[in-house]
């Protein structure tokens, strides 16, 4: 059965097609019972809006794109939580599409993104994307653009992230202040910045509190993995077997390297402790309990989709445009797999 339209509906009630679609949208110079007989008909008929259509009068679809790296990772399931609380106060609904963190599939979704005329985009890049010409592409037709968690500042448009040096910075503070000395770094790939970032702040933590830091202790974690973290762990006490405390940049690693230590019986926080970062949902089950660094992932998503609903806003009112980088704050969330500050006497 074909779709009903404003033509069908007009057709029925003898009216102008320009009446029904003012009727549906009550304007006041349509009167109330013309209004009744076109609802109640338009509801009889299950006539639906043609979306399309709409949009290119409009040129507004009120769809917001999104494009995450992972289907299968909590922090980007509460952001997404985060985001479609926020755009559906303001009526959007959301596509989301999955880059499987492949800078060619990243690619094919922007152009999706694009051809299906979506008001805005926010995205968290893939860890394989080193160039930016598909984002610069965005900004070139003038659609909103709004990056986060995994950004890059080559582009210019607004961006929602966390402090990833100072709130790693603090991780390995912290762990000085319990004792150790000999800390590795279970890092990420080169790509995108917040792995860099979480680097600088480990070892600017080391620095400060005169240690040096030692390029051996560094294990880059390509797909962080929990594969890698066990891994890494154990050719980590291989080569370093005096190593006091391994800061893992995700807690997918740090699972990977606890679960090295438990069956090689090294003795967690006792011999090594192990700092995570994210506060993933299963850190408080894990034996034992996996210390931390929690990141605001709701609020990442309502604050990048605030960001971009109200550049899309000033966009439609042809208002300038100003863009925005925002940092929320972590904390740490202190378990088992680490000791007690160290107090003077």
Known sequence: MSQVTLKDIASILGVSVTTVSKALKDYPD?????????????????YKPNIHAVTLR?????????ILPKVDHQFFAETITGI???????????????????????????????E???????????????????????????VPLVLFDKITRQVNCSKVIIDDEKAASKAVE??????CRKIALFGGPKFPSNYNSRLKGYTKALEKHGITPDESL???????SIAEGRENAKELLQAHPDTDAIFCITDHIALGAISYLND??????????????????????IKPHLSTVDQPSVQIGKESASLLIDEIHRKNKKLPVEFYEIKLQTHLVLRETTKAIVTSK
């Open 116 to 142: 299906k005329r979506v008001d805005g985009i926010l995205m968290s890049l893939a860890n394989e994307t080193n160039r930016y010409d598909h984002l610069h592409k965005v900004v070139k037709n003038q």
């Open 174 to 179: 912290h762990l000085i202040k319990t004792g």
């Open 218 to 224: 560094v294990y880059i974690c390509e797909d962080l």
């Open 84 to 114: 479609i609380s926020e755009a559906n106060i303001h009526g959007y609904q959301v596509i989301v599409l999955f880059s499987d963190e492949s800078m060619a599939m990243e690619e094919k979704q922007v152009d999706l993104l694009l």
């Open 30 to 46: 349509i009167s109330d019972d013309t209004k009744h007989a076109v609802k109640l008909l338009a509801e009889k008929l299950n």
């Open 58 to 66: 409009s040129n507004q679809s009120k769809t917001i794109g999104v």
């Open 264 to 285: 090689a019986n090294i003795s967690i926080p006792d011999q090594i402790s192990v700092m995570g970062f994210s506060n993933w949902l299963i850190t408080p089950y």
